[in-house]
T-cell receptor, first 111, second 114 residues
């Protein structure tokens, strides 16, 4: 059974304090790993797709990396506007195109 | 720039009442999905439709029915609402291709069943 576990559940940072969010996964043949950002009262917003181990993607202060067992979302010098819940999801070869989501990491960045 | 549009945004029902959540996308995507999101549970797939005229069950289909009315629209129906169906419901669509594409989500429909 495909599974996604995100840690920590919540993370509080000071503005400028860099850190990483973790997404561990078990999947029968990874076809893609996805990161989303979700603001309160909104739908998830796509950030990155990673397809194979060793791949990295960057967007502003965010950088996503992928290994065979986990993905990290690195946040460099975060700002208060980076506060949100970050969701990780995977698609496996047996999933018929469906994504399995983790429970998310709620990030709070204080000025 | 509408993307995925869901209606209604908020709804309160009494136990046993029925209702339909509507979803429409204007990105010409084949695949559409209904998820529910509950505190501490993450997003769970209710039903999905890989193309017009086809629907399949996801992880938590009990108590729901869906209709893929055409390529744009995918509705979710609760025939006899229960308090356990209090949740936030998200519709999503996705382009198809060799590499799996990202999901595009609507803003959500917040349902309370009393």
């Amino acid at each position: 059974e495909d599974q996604v576990t995100q840690s920590p559940e919540a993370l509080r940072l000071q503005e400028g304090e860099s850190s990483s969010l973790n997404c561990s996964y078990t999947v029968s043949g990874l076809r893609g790993l996805f990161w989303y950002r979700q603001d309160p009262g909104k739908g998830p917003e796509f950030l990155f797709t990673l397809y194979s181990a060793g791949e990295e993607k960057e967007k502003e202060r965010l950088k996503a990396t992928l290994t065979k067992k986990e993905s990290f979302l690195h946040i460099t010098a975060p700002k208060p506007e980076d506060s949100a819940t970050y969701l990780c999801a995977v698609q496996g070869k047996e999933s018929q195109g469906n994504l399995i989501f983790g429970k998310g990491t709620k990030l709070s960045v204080k000025p | 720039n509408a993307g995925v549009t869901q209606t209604p945004k908020f709804q309160v029902l009494k136990t046993g009442q029925s209702m339909t959540l509507q979803c429409a996308q204007d990105m010409n995507h084949n695949s559409m999905y209904w998820y529910r999101q509950d505190p501490g549970m993450g997003l769970r797939l209710i039903y999905y439709s890989a193309s017009e005229g086809t629907t399949d069950k996801g992880e938590v289909p009990n108590g729901y029915n869906v209709s893929r009315l055409n390529k744009r629209e995918f509705s979710l129906r609760l025939e006899s609402a229960a308090p356990s169906q209090t949740s936030v419901y998200f519709c999503a669509s996705r382009r198809d291709g060799v590499f799996p594409g990202e999901l595009f989500f609507g803003e959500g429909s917040r349902l309370t069943v009393l």
